[in-house]
């Protein structure tokens, strides 16, 4: 079985390295500098130190060369991407099955990743979702991850999900694309949040209060849109959501810190050297569910922080000025 992986970033150098100590795999990046920074390095500096690549995987920044030959491709560009590089396949003719690692909403459309995927692929194309609690940095270290594959086929969730498991990585199968891309997309938004939490100093109880209303604002979205609940009870939802929201290595939980700490978006944004998905994904999620009519409290104050001048302070009062409610509402 040999693994095609289309983004060079920290997660996706970490997956190729991880799949590679049992299959070949193929790492590609767009950036020519970058690809031949890494072909001299036989690592990935750049995002990921000095961790060296098995004779197992190899650079490619042509992306026909990239997926020829190859069994599966693994895409792990940002979402913002994830169109245009599913295009570009079509453009080769490549028919492979495609999984992506990819999390958020895309810009201006406000799609998820499968809903990108049914768009440029279709239904009947084998297509799948990598989701859970996971930091590249941990990883690559073997440090134990379990994660899961969700996909628009069973059969293709446990076969794709077998290529990747192994060693300290667990990967679990699903059928519930949409809990997977939903999990994946809103606990980069709820992160910014605890991040804001945690900055301004509200303590334990605050961060534990948010992590939960968060998860009932994922699981109101995802299941207005056809996921299960349960998803969210499970490793593409809480999980991630607890992870991302507290662990030293999440990029959104430092935007919320640095927000906190009273920097501007701009310049975050220019010093993470990293993607943050949470950022134009709490735009996208806000304006999606207006139109569906789902209320998400949480998620307008953060966009209201990070898209309209919001104090970090001011948003937290309009929270908790909010009407008392039963909690299942």
């Not at 992306?63 to 030959?69: E, F, I, M, P």
């Not at 998620?299 to 309209?308: C, G, M, N, R, Y």
């Amino acid at each position: 079985m040999k693994v095609t992986v289309l983004g060079a970033g920290a997660w996706g150098t970490a997956l190729a390295m991880q799949i590679s100590i049992q299959h070949p795999v193929v790492l590609w990046a767009h950036n020519p500098e970058h690809v031949s920074g890494m072909k001299r390095a036989r690592a990935n500096p750049r995002y990921l130190g000095d961790f060296k690549f098995n004779d197992n995987l190899s650079i490619e920044g042509d992306l026909g060369r990239a997926v020829a030959h190859s069994d599966l491709v693994l895409s792990v560009v940002p979402t913002a991407a994830f169109r245009t590089t599913l295009q570009a396949l079509k453009a080769l003719d490549c028919k492979l099955p495609v999984v992506w690692a990819n999390k958020g909403l895309e810009p201006e459309t406000a799609k998820l990743p499968h809903e990108v995927a049914m768009d440029e692929l279709g239904p009947q194309h084998p297509w799948g979702a990598l989701s859970g609690p996971s930091f590249a940095a941990e990883l690559v270290r073997g440090l134990p991850t379990a994660v899961t594959l969700a996909a628009n086929d069973a059969d293709f969730a446990r076969e794709a999900a077998s290529v990747m498991h192994g060693g300290s990585f667990r990967v679990y199968s699903s059928d519930d694309v949409v809990g997977a891309s939903v999990g994946g997309a809103l606990k980069n938004v709820m992160a910014i949040a605890a991040g804001i939490s945690d900055g301004m100093d509200f303590g334990n109880n605050a961060r534990a209060a948010l992590i939960t209303r968060g998860l009932a604002e994922m699981t109101r979205f995802g299941v207005s849109l056809g996921a299960k609940k349960e998803t969210f009870m499970g490793l593409a939802g809480a999980g991630d959501l607890i992870l991302t929201c507290t662990g030293q290595y999440s990029r959104n939980r430092e935007v919320g810190l640095q927000l906190a700490s009273g920097r501007k978006l701009p310049e975050i944004l220019q010093s993470l050297g990293h993607v943050a998905e949470g950022v134009n994904t709490t735009r996208e999620v806000v304006r999606r569910a207006k139109l569906m009519g789902v209320d998400m409290p949480l998620t307008a104050e953060v966009d209201q922080v990070l898209s309209h001048g919001k104090s970090p302070r001011v948003a937290v009062e309009s929270l908790l000025s909010r009407e008392q409610k039963p909690e299942s509402v």
